[in-house]
């Protein structure tokens, strides 16, 4: 019964594949679906995408782990979609309009090409291509390793088999319908991440005896602030938790589904449900993880054995202990959904960055958008094999990984490295090429200065990496895109 309702699962996404391949025609229908999306699909598609698995796998484990301190990624994600769709949303959707932009690096050229430094906005476009390509294949390649985990968790498959049969899939229906099979399959997949963990977390609830939270859990877990209480390690904590919010500030996977909506309307209206739909979700992973271990660890049980050292295995377990075999392949389902839905977006922002920006704009002016998009599929199809290469051999080479720090890097790379420099570019008009330039450098390298540097600093090193690698280098490229700004700006003409 597991395997027929996966299998249904799967013939559905293959099956919207091929219905939005007949849709495709130019480079504009493979990138935005011709920019007529619908405000729910748009919102589902949005916020499915900057989910993926960190959210079932890594965000219930979280809950697990840590309890109520990791309400702190809903609160920091709620406000992040908030002001994205509530602020930003509006004012990106005409500017990229105007620009008749297809990428998130046209709307860059279009955005600074009034500087008079052609090269600096070339140089800009060529930059913001590469960085999408590294870091969305980096994410993707995370997504991946997350399949072949929830295949194992799930079904005692081999880890590899599983990662492979996901990702085949994925790659299939994406190379065939581009963006457009993307978002329909996301508005499917997103309806079932939100009915699985709205679901979850409330049959858990009614399966604990009354009065089993308080006696099966350490008092710290039910703490906002976690074991210890308020304290300065304890707020760098919380930063880290609540900052993978301004990831939702201008990420490109994300903010493509704004290029894509049909217009302002739909965008007042999908800001409602995107918002209602991240409150959801998240709040339910979190209690799912802490009502799972309520359930299944208990006062005086073995946490890193029943649920795995990250608590990444509650979610599995915690299904299987609820349910009959028809809900488990739901379960399973959404999982996928979780993951797949990132992947198929990342590939296409990813494919869209090389095709569009690096061939087509740059080295190939003269080539018409609607002969490209065959190159598109192909190089769709090359990005998803470098990831699955990544995926396998981290998979060999980093056994204890934990998924949720795994994607986090990936999502950092990327929000570090855009968000600051969208951010700027909506609501700082003196902002220019120079500016949005050090913006992109700042946040790429601070990424990796972060997470792999300053924690072996002595002494305060080891302090500051409780802040994780997102928030400091958010700020480092705010800082490093003002400064860049203002010294080649002349104020006078401001």
């Known amino acids: 019964m597991v395997y027929f309702t996966i299998a249904i699962y799967f013939a559905v996404l293959l099956w919207l594949g091929v219905v939005a391949s007949r849709r495709v025609h130019t480079l504009s229908d493979y990138y935005l679906g011709g920019k007529q999306l619908g405000y729910w699909v748009a919102a589902f598609s949005a916020r499915a995408t900057g989910e993926s698995a960190w959210l079932y796998l890594g965000l219930t484990g979280l809950g697990a782990a840590v309890g109520l301190s990791a309400l702190w990624v809903v609160v ?78 799930f079904l005692d498959w081999n880890y590899f088999v599983g990662a492979l049969v996901g990702f085949g899939i994925v790659a299939a229906y994406t190379f065939s319908g581009g963006f457009l099979a993307v978002a329909w399959s996301d ?40 074991a210890g209480g308020l304290s300065l390690p304890n707020v760098l904590t919380t930063v880290s938790y609540a900052a993978i919010g301004l990831g939702y500030l201008g990420s490109p996977q994300v903010f493509v589904r704004l290029m894509a909506i049909k217009g302002q309307r739909d965008i007042r209206a999908g800001r409602w449900v995107a918002v209602a739909f991240t409150l959801a979700t998240d709040t ?58 990132t992947i198929d977006s990342l590939l296409v922002v990813a494919s869209s960055a090389v095709t569009r920006d690096v061939y087509q704009q740059t080295l190939h002016p003269e080539r018409a958008g ?64 120079h500016g949005a330039m050090a913006s992109m450098l700042a946040g790429l390298i601070a990424i990796p200065v972060f997470k792999f540097l300053v924690p072996l600093v002595p002494g305060w090193g080891a302090m500051v990496a409780r802040a994780e690698e997102l928030a400091p280098s958010f700020l480092v490229a705010l800082v490093a895109g003002i400064i860049a700004t203002l010294a080649t700006t002349n104020r006078a003409t401001d």
């Open 76 to 153: 920091g994600e709620v406000i992040g979609v908030s002001i994205a769709w509530f602020f930003m949303a509006a004012p990106f959707k005409a500017a990229t309009d105007r620009a008749n932009a297809i990428t998130v690096p046209d709307y860059l050229v279009s955005r600074f090409g009034s500087d008079g430094a052609p090269q600096m906005t070339r140089r800009l476009r060529l930059v913001a291509a590469g960085s999408l390509a590294l870091f969305v294949t980096i994410y993707v390649s995370a997504q991946i390793d997350a399949t072949g985990q929830a295949f194992v968790n």
């Open 284 to 341: 339910g992973a979190v209690l799912s993880g802490l009502f799972g271990r309520a359930l299944l660890v208990g006062a005086d049980g073995d946490f890193a054995a029943t649920l795995g050292p990250a608590g990444e295995q509650v979610l599995p377990a915690l299904v299987e202990h609820l349910f009959p075999p028809l809900v488990v392949g739901i379960f399973v389902a959404a999982v996928l959904a979780a993951i797949m839905s």
């Open 187 to 226: 508005l499917f997949q997103g309806l079932l991440m939100l009915v699985g963990l709205v679901l979850l977390p409330v049959a858990a609830l009614i399966a604990l005896a009354p009065g089993a939270l308080s006696v099966s859990l350490d008092p710290t877990l039910l703490n906002m602030w976690g």
């Open 370 to 433: 609607d002969t490209l998009t065959g190159l598109s599929r192909r190089v769709t199809l090359t990005l998803a094999a470098v990831a699955l290469a990544i995926a396998m051999s981290v998979a060999i080479l980093v056994p204890g990984r934990t998924i949720f720090w795994f994607v986090i890097f990936g999502w950092s790379g990327i929000a570090a490295t855009f968000c600051p420099m969208i951010v700027l570019s909506l609501c700082w008009r003196r902002y220019n090429a």
